[in-house]
């Protein structure tokens, strides 16, 4: 392995999911092993924290959450930028009279 190797951040959905939204045990294992060689392993999806409904946190250094809007590191937020409801309101309901899908959370939970 590269020893100038200091982190592996990877997708969620279609990257580390199979299909069915589970993990190998083999990929569990590398990401340990990963982090046992001092390698910071971090996730990084559009999803909110309900991406941990999939797989434990406890295999991953941090986590960057909500399209880049939240970054932790365990978890102490690191980065935090997202959108109040009320500064987007008026879109939200422009695109649900047009028919157009939007994907938001919205006091942990994800629409």
């Given at each position: 392995?590269?020893?100038?190797?200091?982190?592996?951040?990877?997708?969620?959905d279609?990257?580390?999911?199979?299909?069915?939204?589970?993990?190998?045990?083999?990929?569990?294992?590398?990401l340990?092993?990963?982090?046992?060689?001092?390698?910071?392993?971090v996730y990084?999806?559009?999803?909110?924290?309900?991406a941990?409904?999939n797989?434990?946190?406890?295999?991953?250094?941090g986590?960057?959450?909500?399209?880049?809007?939240?970054?932790?590191?365990?978890?102490?937020?690191?980065?935090?930028?997202?959108?109040?409801?009320?500064?987007?309101?008026?879109?939200?309901?422009?695109?649900?009279?047009?028919?157009?899908?939007?994907?938001?959370?919205?006091?942990?939970?994800?629409?």
């Amino acid at each position: 392995m590269n020893k100038n190797i200091k982190m592996i951040v990877t997708d969620l959905d279609e990257t580390l999911f199979k299909t069915d939204k589970t993990v190998s045990e083999n990929t569990i294992n590398t990401l340990k092993e990963c982090r046992k060689k001092g390698i910071k392993v971090v996730y990084a999806t559009g999803r909110g924290k309900s991406a941990e409904q999939n797989i434990s946190s406890s295999i991953f250094d941090g986590r960057i959450i909500m399209n880049g809007a939240i970054a932790q590191i365990n978890d102490d937020v690191i980065y935090y930028r997202v959108i109040p409801c009320q500064s987007v309101r008026s879109l939200l309901i422009a695109c649900d009279k047009y028919g157009l899908k939007i994907a938001s959370q919205f006091n942990g939970m994800d629409y």
